[in-house]
């Protein structure tokens, strides 16, 4: 079948109405936040010297969770596949959501909130393991269903967590969630109806549809500081992201390299910075200073909206990357996306060293180094 040739998996109407109507719930959702939410007091390694809303995780949650369950209620009949895999999915968001939001109000252990992450990551691995990993022509991997559960686990929790470590700059998280969102809610849109099963897909489409225009509405009340959508939505967007890629390689419309698209800049940040912390001696759980996306701010740039305009850019840069990798699998039968995927983490691997140099060139990190950035939990 050519790419051309089929219709998409749920109407252009519903399209519109997922995006629209939960961008348009979670404005006032947000207002609500920011009338009487819970919020986010100035600290020592924080950004911001008033008192500011960090619940617009839960504005974003709960527009999501309405504007479904609307249309599930009223339109359900013309969306195809039955509710069960949407249904896993939005629990599973949902419960790491709302996990969040209690460490927002009561700070949670980290190693109790690990461990509950871990928890919840081994049930939803187990089951939308993957069964083979795809190296390139010729070089498919069988696993072990242990083995391919600990290895999904790993990437949810990495995933997840990536995303709760990167969103200590306005707009850099919540854009880019926004981003992954409305990019796998095109593929599962426009893939679904050429496989034999992308039919059932059809909630979890919903699903990714509603959490993006809850993203987008959200956006503008982060990217200029009036909330922030702490662990809540971090969390919440992290699992959806990291468990949709694994549902769609699971229904055979993308495979398990695709996420790693989706976030590869800030995955690279992550990683390279907790190495760094490791082979320095560091405490790896105590919370810094030390991102590339912090230091940029404290040294290059204090604009939170240009660093995450670049930042926004990158991850839209790599996710065409995994696009096109995917559209030369589909039109030549030539499975290049792991290798698309290797090159460009090298590549943001090689710019996060240069650039972390150049940073650090005439002023050395200090444990006592102040910042202009809210730090993340957890490095």
Known sequence: ?????????????????????????????????????????????????????????????AACGLVTAIALGLFGNMIPGGWFNGALLFGFA???GLSGALDDLIDLPPKLRLGFQIGLCLLFAWLFHVDTLTFGPGMTVTLHPVISTLGCTL??????????????????????????????????????????????LGVVLLICLCAAGAHLGFLPFNLTGKAFQGDAGALFAGALIT????????????????????????????????????????????????????LWLQRRDPSHFRLAVRVWLLCAVSSAVGLAARAVDLLYQIDIRFACLTTVILLYSLVWGRVRRELLKNQPLTTSSSSGVTAPEVP
């Open 1 to 61: 079948m050519s790419i051309s040739s089929h219709s998409w998996l749920i109407s252009p109407a519903l399209v519109l109405l997922g995006l629209a109507g939960s961008a348009v719930a979670a404005v006032l959702f947000s207002l609500l936040v920011l009338w009487g939410g819970p919020v986010d007091r100035p600290r020592e390694r924080g950004a911001h010297t008033t008192p500011t809303p960090t619940s617009g995780g839960l504005a974003i949650m």
């Open 94 to 96: 949902s419960l790491m």
């Open 155 to 200: 990437w949810l929790v990495l995933g997840i967590n990536t995303i709760n470590f990167m969103d200590g700059a306005n707009g850099l998280a919540s854009g880019t969630q926004s981003l992954a969102l409305v990019v796998l809610a095109g593929l599962i849109l426009l893939l679904a109806p050429m496989v034999p099963l992308g039919n059932d």
């Open 243 to 294: 468990g949709t890629s694994l549902v769609v390689k699971a229904y055979g419309i993308g495979s398990v390299w695709f996420g790693g698209f989706l976030l590869a800049p800030l995955i690279v940040d992550v990683v390279l910075t907790l190495i760094t912390r490791l082979r320095q001696g560091k405490d790896v759980m105590r919370p810094h200073k030390e991102h590339l996306y912090q």
